[in-house]
């Protein structure tokens, strides 16, 4: 069995760095709705405190993805990433029920919108800083495969085109006077951040559910076998699965029944070792055959 090396990359810093963003945005967003009492702009604060929230689960659940195989999680702990991802989906359907409430009581009881160019420059500053840091979660959590990080960069990205509907609402009522496009914005506001925490609980689920690799990295594997094959080596029973930033490949290596142990030994060590080269965060466990008994087809109508 090859196992991934130690000394990858933490993405706690990451979660902090997510936190710290989500803190400064509220401040600002919350500053921009006090400014001018617009429930867009009150949305749009909402949201960046489930960004908050979601932030220190991040950083909980990575950090505790991030402990080594005991007796009682043999696998790891990697799957904790799932809990993060879970609690950012509901998290965010909780914000769009709120939002969705204070917009309907603004249609119903309008109010002007004060000091708008102050409002909008503070909301601008957030959203800059929100599409910032999303960028950066977005490409660590692609290189880390790690869940959590792709979830909250998606999920900021989001708040990103929240915020810029919102200034655009808030502009059009600053040009027409027209009161009610401010909760209209917000619940259109409320209608996006419902698909994304719904999409959230999908993958989320699809993770729980020990769902397989990617297709382009199956057949990153397919070309590794390709290249043994000349050698009258077959393979067999092949299944992966995903658990948060880990990924597991096993299968049947069919020798020749005439090899010696080192020699089948050798090449299952150098299989294990391209796939795990090729697919950083993988466990790769080989089990070897010969080909000659028919025994070791058995699990043949197994592989993928």
């Not at 007796?71 to 969705?100: D, M, N, P, Q, R």
């Not at 409002?119 to 495969?145: H, K, M």
């Not at 996006?192 to 594997?221: F, K």
Request: with cysteine; charged share 15%.
């Amino acid at each position: 069995m090859h196992s991934p090396s130690k000394h990858r990359p933490s993405a706690r810093s990451y979660a902090a760095l997510s936190i710290m963003a989500a803190l400064l945005t509220i401040a600002l967003k919350f500053g921009a709705y006090l400014y001018t009492g617009s429930v867009g702009l009150l949305s749009d604060a909402i949201e960046s405190i489930v960004n908050l929230v979601a932030a220190g689960a991040a950083f909980w659940a990575l950090s505790y993805a991030a402990k080594p195989p005991d007796a009682e999680h043999t696998f790891g702990h990697s799957k904790a990433e799932y809990f993060s991802s879970a609690l950012e989906g509901i998290l965010i359907l909780v914000a769009a029920v709120s939002i969705a409430i204070a917009a309907v009581d603004r249609i119903l009881h309008p109010q002007p919108i004060a000091q708008v160019g102050v409002g909008l420059g503070l909301a601008l500053i957030a959203t800059f800083l929100n599409g910032a840091v999303a960028s950066i979660l977005l490409q660590a959590g692609r290189r880390l495969r790690s869940i959590t990080l792709r979830a909250d960069a998606h999920h900021l990205l989001t708040d990103v085109w929240t915020s810029v509907g919102v200034v655009v609402g808030i502009g059009l009522v600053s040009i027409t006077h027209w009161t009610i496009l401010d909760p209209i914005v917000a619940l259109l506001v409320a209608a996006n951040i419902v698909w994304t925490g719904l999409r959230l609980l999908r993958e989320t689920g699809s993770g729980l559910l020990d769902s397989a690799i990617s297709n382009e990295d199956q057949q990153a594997i397919a070309l590794i076998l390709s290249e043994h094959q000349a050698q009258g080596v077959r393979f067999h029973a092949l299944r992966t699965r995903v658990a948060g930033s880990r990924c597991f490949v096993s299968f049947h290596v069919l020798v020749p029944g005439a090899w010696t142990v080192q020699r089948g030994h050798d090449l299952c060590e150098a299989i294990e070792q391209a796939i795990a080269l090729a697919l950083p965060g993988t466990d790769v466990t080989t089990h070897l055959e010969p080909i000659e008994d028919p025994i070791s087809w058995d699990d043949e109508m197994h592989s993928s």
